[in-house]
Nanobody, 127 residues
């Protein structure tokens, strides 16, 4: 059974930084693309960033390009999201997601369909 556990959320001021981490277990982590989504109050969950199974490719939502960086450590079975220059509109619950199909690229998760999900971690950016 695949399990994803996020950590690192919290409260930060505008312009600040946070680093989210997701620990994965239950299968061979290095074979699957990983990603992050977020859901703000009253809005649908949306794609933030993805990383290919090999770590060689990444993809980002336009709203976070240049500010957020996704990375993975296949030796530690973790995927991280470094968030810089945070804005109040980045406030949301952030979810770690894992592909169900092996050896796909960073864009494979963008639709949000047929993924494994973590429980989410709250990020609040104060103005």
């Amino acid at each position: 059974q695949v399990q994803l556990v996020e950590s690192g959320g919290g409260l930060v001021q505008t312009g600040g930084s946070l680093r989210l981490s997701c620990a994965a277990s239950g299968r061979t982590f290095s074979l699957y693309a990983m990603g992050w989504f977020r859901q703000a109050p009253g809005k649908e969950r949306g794609f933030v960033g993805g990383i290919s199974w090999s770590g060689g490719g990444t993809a980002y939502a336009d709203s976070v390009k240049g500010r957020f960086t996704i990375s993975r450590d296949n030796a530690k079975n973790t995927v991280s999201l470094q968030m810089n220059s945070l804005k109040p509109e980045d406030t949301a619950v952030y979810y770690c997601a894992a592909d169900r199909t092996a050896r796909r690229g960073a864009y494979a998760l963008m639709s949000g369909a047929y993924l494994y999900w973590g429980q989410g971690t709250q990020v609040t950016v104060s103005s």
